[in-house]
């Protein structure tokens, strides 16, 4: 078995773990949880931890892009000394 197919399996089996806990047992702070269950700020409280959450996936994501893109276009500078000048527009 190859270290990709490896690695989609134990991020599948963390996933279904993650999704498994109930979400009572995952709130941030029980007190937080009293003193805002009556108001409407709990619902902005709430997507503030999500967006806090999703912050280091989307950079992770993004330097993970911009990555692969550099490494492609690398390697086929590389093997293809034409498509340098194909790499980028040109602006007139």
Known sequence: ???RATLVK???VAMLLVLAVPAESIQACPN???ALAGS???IGYAASILLLMSA???MAGFW???I???RRNALRMATDPESRNKSFARVP
């Open 32 to 34: 937080c949880r009293e």
């Open 40 to 42: 409407g700020r709990a």
């Open 64 to 66: 993970t892009t911009a």
């Open 56 to 58: 280091p996936f989307v």
């Open 1 to 3: 078995m190859n270290r």
């Open 10 to 12: 134990i991020l599948i």
């Open 68 to 70: 692969v893109r550099l």
